[in-house]
C-alpha cells in the first residue's frame, strides 16, 4: 500500500510539470501550469537592475518596479517601472532618482508596491550611498498609478517595507516587514499602520538568538496567527510568528529551508495555501553559485513545505530577490533579477487536489 501511493504521487508529480519534491508530510498534490515566462524588457537605458516589486492595478493590468542603474550603488541608480496590459510590458519609464541637489545624489534601493484599502497605491524605496545609511521614502499615487504625489521622506526610524509587500489585516492594519541592515547588525522589525499608512509605529522582533535577520515576508495562517519568514545568516530561512496582530512576535527559529542569505517573497492565497520563491541551497564559497536556483514552494500550514516548480536551475547566472502576488483572477504572479540584465515575469496557476 505504501509503495502503490509513493507511486501514485509521483505519477502525479510528473503530470504536474515535473515537480521537485522535498521528504516533508503533505497532505495533498498540488499541480502547477506556467501561463507565460517572460523577460519584462530586453533593452533599457540602465547597464544593471536589481530588488523587482509587483502590484495590480485596475482591469487586470499588473505593475513592477525595481531599481537600476550603472550598477548597484552608482549614484545613477534610479527606481523604474512597467506595466503589463493585453499588448505586453510597456517600455521602462523613470519613476523616483536620489537627487537630493544639483551637486548631491544618492543610489536608490529596494522599492515596494502596496496597493492600501482606500485606493492608494504606495511606492515606498531607500535612497542613500549604503543600507546601514539609507532612509525610507514614498510616493503615492490615488489614479492606479498615472500620476503620483511628489517624493516624501518618511519619518525618522521608519524605512517602509525592506523588500517585500505590506498585509493588510482583516481589522484594516497595516503590517510593513522591514529591517536594518548595518555592517554589525542585522536586525528585523515591523512597522505598523492603523490609519492607513499616514503614520506608524515599530515593533521589534526578538534577536537574543544571535541571528543575523532582515527583509521578512509575511502570510496569514489559521487562528489569526501571522507568520514572518526571514533572510539570515544561518544558511537557511528563519521564522517567527505573532498571534496577536502583530503586537509582538515569538523569538526567532531556524525552519529547514535552506536558503544561501539571499532575498525570498510569499503570498498566502485566498485558498489558503502558502506560497513561498526562494533561493534553495545554503551558501557556499561563492555566495553568488547560492543565486543560480530558484524555486516555487507550497504549504498548506506554515510548517511543512513541498517544491512544486524549478523557476531556475543553473549551473551559473544570477535569479534573484523574487517578488510574489496574487491577482484577483487566481493566477500567482512572479518577478526577479534576471541575471542582472533585466527582470523575468512569470504567470501560473497553483492548484491543490486533495
Not at 521537485?20 to 540602465?46: D, G, W, Y
Not at 517601472?81 to 537630493?100: C, E, H, Q
Not at 522589525?189 to 503614520?199: A, F, V
Given at each position: 500500500?505504501?509503495?502503490?501511493?509513493?507511486?501514485?504521487?509521483?505519477?502525479?508529480?510528473?503530470?504536474?510539470?515535473?515537480?521537485?519534491?522535498?521528504?516533508?508530510?503533505?497532505?495533498?498534490?498540488?499541480?502547477?501550469?506556467?501561463?507565460?515566462?517572460?523577460?519584462?524588457?530586453?533593452?533599457?537605458?540602465?547597464?544593471?537592475?536589481?530588488?523587482?516589486?509587483?502590484?495590480?492595478?485596475?482591469?487586470?493590468?499588473?505593475?513592477?518596479?525595481?531599481?537600476?542603474?550603472?550598477?548597484?550603488?552608482?549614484?545613477?541608480?534610479?527606481?523604474?517601472?512597467?506595466?503589463?496590459?493585453?499588448?505586453?510590458?510597456?517600455?521602462?519609464?523613470?519613476?523616483?532618482?536620489?537627487?537630493?541637489?544639483?551637486?548631491?545624489?544618492?543610489?536608490?534601493?529596494n522599492p515596494v508596491l502596496?496597493?492600501?484599502?482606500?485606493?492608494?497605491?504606495?511606492?515606498?524605496?531607500?535612497?542613500?550611498?549604503?543600507?546601514?545609511?539609507?532612509?525610507?521614502?514614498?510616493?503615492?499615487?490615488?489614479?492606479?498609478?498615472?500620476?503620483?504625489?511628489?517624493?516624501?521622506?518618511?519619518?525618522?526610524?521608519?524605512?517602509?517595507?525592506?523588500k517585500d509587500k505590506p498585509?493588510?489585516?482583516?481589522?484594516?492594519?497595516?503590517?510593513?516587514?522591514?529591517?536594518?541592515?548595518?555592517?554589525?547588525?542585522?536586525?528585523?522589525?515591523?512597522?505598523?499602520?492603523?490609519?492607513?499608512?499616514?503614520?506608524?509605529?515599530?515593533?521589534?522582533?526578538?534577536?537574543?538568538?544571535?541571528?543575523?535577520?532582515?527583509?521578512?515576508?509575511?502570510?496569514?495562517?489559521?487562528?489569526?496567527?501571522?507568520l514572518a519568514l526571514m533572510?539570515?545568516?544561518?544558511?537557511?530561512?528563519?521564522?517567527?510568528?505573532?498571534?496577536?496582530?502583530?503586537?509582538?512576535?515569538?523569538?526567532?527559529?531556524?525552519?529547514?529551508?535552506?536558503?544561501?542569505?539571499?532575498?525570498?517573497?510569499?503570498?498566502?492565497?485566498?485558498?489558503?495555501?502558502?506560497?513561498?520563491?526562494?533561493?534553495?541551497?545554503?551558501?557556499?564559497?561563492?555566495?553568488?553559485?547560492?543565486?543560480?536556483?530558484?524555486?516555487?514552494?507550497?504549504?498548506?500550514?506554515?510548517?511543512?513545505?513541498?517544491?512544486?516548480?524549478?523557476?531556475?536551475?543553473?549551473?551559473?547566472?544570477?535569479?534573484?530577490?523574487?517578488?510574489?502576488?496574487?491577482?484577483?483572477?487566481?493566477?500567482?504572479?512572479?518577478?526577479?533579477?534576471?541575471?542582472?540584465?533585466?527582470?523575468?515575469?512569470?504567470?501560473?496557476?497553483?492548484?491543490?487536489?486533495?
Amino acid at each position: 500500500m505504501r509503495r502503490l501511493v509513493r507511486n501514485l504521487m509521483i505519477a502525479l508529480t510528473i503530470l504536474a510539470g515535473g515537480f521537485n519534491t522535498v521528504a516533508q508530510p503533505f497532505p495533498a498534490s498540488v499541480r502547477v501550469k506556467v501561463i507565460t515566462k517572460e523577460l519584462i524588457f530586453i533593452k533599457a537605458p540602465f547597464r544593471q537592475c536589481h530588488a523587482s516589486s509587483l502590484a495590480e492595478l485596475s482591469g487586470g493590468r499588473i505593475m513592477a518596479v525595481w531599481f537600476g542603474g550603472t550598477y548597484e550603488r552608482n549614484p545613477d541608480v534610479c527606481i523604474w517601472g512597467s506595466i503589463k496590459d493585453g499588448k505586453g510590458w510597456s517600455t521602462p519609464f523613470l519613476l523616483a532618482n536620489g537627487i537630493v541637489r544639483d551637486s548631491l545624489r544618492y543610489p536608490c534601493w529596494n522599492p515596494v508596491l502596496f496597493n492600501s484599502r482606500n485606493g492608494v497605491l504606495f511606492l515606498f524605496y531607500k535612497v542613500g550611498p549604503s543600507p546601514d545609511t539609507w532612509w525610507g521614502m514614498v510616493k503615492k499615487s490615488s489614479d492606479d498609478g498615472k500620476t503620483w504625489t511628489g517624493p516624501e521622506r518618511l519619518p525618522a526610524g521608519i524605512l517602509g517595507p525592506i523588500k517585500d509587500k505590506p498585509i493588510t489585516l482583516p481589522s484594516g492594519r497595516i503590517i510593513s516587514p522591514s529591517s536594518i541592515e548595518t555592517a554589525s547588525r542585522w536586525k528585523a522589525h515591523m512597522e505598523i499602520s492603523d490609519d492607513n499608512g499616514n503614520t506608524w509605529k515599530i515593533v521589534p522582533i526578538d534577536t537574543s538568538t544571535g541571528y543575523k535577520l532582515i527583509q521578512p515576508t509575511l502570510l496569514t495562517l489559521q487562528h489569526d496567527t501571522i507568520l514572518a519568514l526571514m533572510r539570515s545568516n544561518q544558511n537557511c530561512i528563519v521564522q517567527s510568528r505573532s498571534a496577536d496582530q502583530g503586537n509582538s512576535w515569538s523569538i526567532p527559529q531556524k525552519t529547514s529551508i535552506l536558503n544561501p542569505n539571499s532575498g525570498i517573497d510569499a503570498v498566502t492565497l485566498r485558498n489558503g495555501l502558502q506560497v513561498l520563491v526562494y533561493n534553495p541551497a545554503p551558501a557556499g564559497k561563492d555566495w553568488f553559485n547560492g543565486r543560480s536556483k530558484l524555486y516555487v514552494a507550497v504549504s498548506e500550514d506554515g510548517n511543512h513545505w513541498q517544491d512544486v516548480y524549478k523557476l531556475e536551475d543553473n549551473a551559473t547566472g544570477e535569479y534573484s530577490y523574487p517578488a510574489v502576488i496574487q491577482a484577483h483572477s487566481g493566477l500567482v504572479h512572479i518577478t526577479y533579477t534576471y541575471n542582472r540584465t533585466s527582470i523575468r515575469h512569470v504567470v501560473m496557476k497553483i492548484r491543490i487536489h486533495r
